[in-house]
């Protein structure tokens, strides 16, 4: 009896260890990968192993959060063994011309998938905070693929969580020379991305959001293009079509075919940026229609991204996959 509450009393302590983790490490895994839902299978993958692994485990070899990270690295490695790279649109293509036909759309796996905020920030420090919302921005995500696998792991590492030439070099299993030879190859590589994004979210930000949610849901297309930047950017993946600027986009929506009529917001946040669940009336219910990111610079409305997989992100995000028809806007849990 003793020994088996010993057992439980280790599977326990496993356990917690392992969830302190989750968070930094499902950031990790989506810098990695690219996608909220594969990272999240990457550090379910990765929890797998520790616990298969858990007996040949040396505190005095390597820490836990190294031998932990080690895992996750590899698992990504054998995930990123097809070579896809994800993009955005504005990765793909030049602007489009306002107008009909979206050609076909892309599969899931030629784009950065969107992840909520609240299962990959983990810092308490402001300061760290903020870093690790900029580095999980749709822009950063994107310029990453542009590097080989063991490029992204040392830079994420390195830049982004901080860690020391020799840790890394211990948990990729080679030396510290060819770890600064990799980060500085990535940094160069990074510095040739557009790596511009949004501001920080503050209260004049929040109002401007607020005001154009509120034009959207009564579709007044003068308003809510007057908080637009001259040269925003709006984009729908899985389609590679995009606008550039705020004239563009105004004859976009003049010209839609209404099926965005009477839609309502539900607040949510990814990828460091206010995020709302677009719903559109269906029926008797609104329906989920797109997951809208937003990016806010200069005191107007940037950039805008509709991923319109919505009945598949939403649960992802928390939000609910239909509304009364009332339509009374919601904050999601």
């Given at each position: ?144 693929q542009h590097l080989r696998p063991r490029q992204r792991a ?67 297309v003068y308003a809510l293009t007057a908080l637009l930047h ?104």
């Open positions: 009896m003793v020994r088996r509450l010993g057992r439980v009393s280790v599977t326990a302590e496993i356990d917690v260890r392992l969830e302190e983790h989750r968070a930094a490490l499902t950031g990790y895994c989506y810098r990695m990968l690219g996608s909220g839902s594969e990272a999240e299978d990457a550090v379910q993958e990765a929890f797998v192993r520790a616990w298969r692994g858990i007996d040949s485990f040396r505190a005095g070899r390597a820490s836990f959060k190294t031998w932990l990270y080690a895992i996750a690295t590899n698992v990504c490695f054998d995930m990123l063994r097809s070579g896809q790279r994800r993009a955005r649109p504005m990765d793909l293509s030049g602007p489009a011309q306002p107008g009909p036909g979206l050609d076909a759309p892309l599969p899931e796996t030629a784009w950065i998938q969107p992840v909520p905020d609240s299962r990959v920030l983990s810092a308490a420090d402001p300061a760290e905070l903020a870093v690790e919302r900029e580095t999980i921005r749709l822009a950063f995500v994107a310029a990453l040392v830079l994420i590492l390195r830049d982004v969580l901080r860690w020391k030439a020799d840790e890394v070099a211990g948990l990729l299993d080679t030396s510290v020379a060819s770890v600064n030879s990799a980060l500085q190859r990535a940094r160069t590589t990074m510095q040739s991305r557009d790596l511009s994004g949004g501001e920080p979210l503050g209260d004049e930000q929040r109002k401007l959001l607020e005001r154009y949610i509120a034009a959207f849901e009564r579709y007044d001259e040269d925003a950017t709006m984009s729908m993946p899985p389609f590679a079509w995009w606008l550039r600027g705020r004239e563009h986009i105004a004859t976009a929506l003049r010209g839609s075919d209404g099926s965005c009529h009477g839609s309502r917001f539900v607040p949510t946040a990814a990828n460091g940026v206010p995020a709302y669940g677009q719903y559109v009336p269906r029926g008797d219910a609104l329906v989920p229609w797109a997951l809208v990111l937003f990016d806010v610079r200069d005191g107007r409305i940037a950039g805008m991204c509709s991923y319109l997989s919505a009945s598949e992100l939403f649960p992802l995000f928390g939000l609910p996959l239909a509304l009364p028809l009332d339509g009374a806007r919601q904050r999601s849990g």
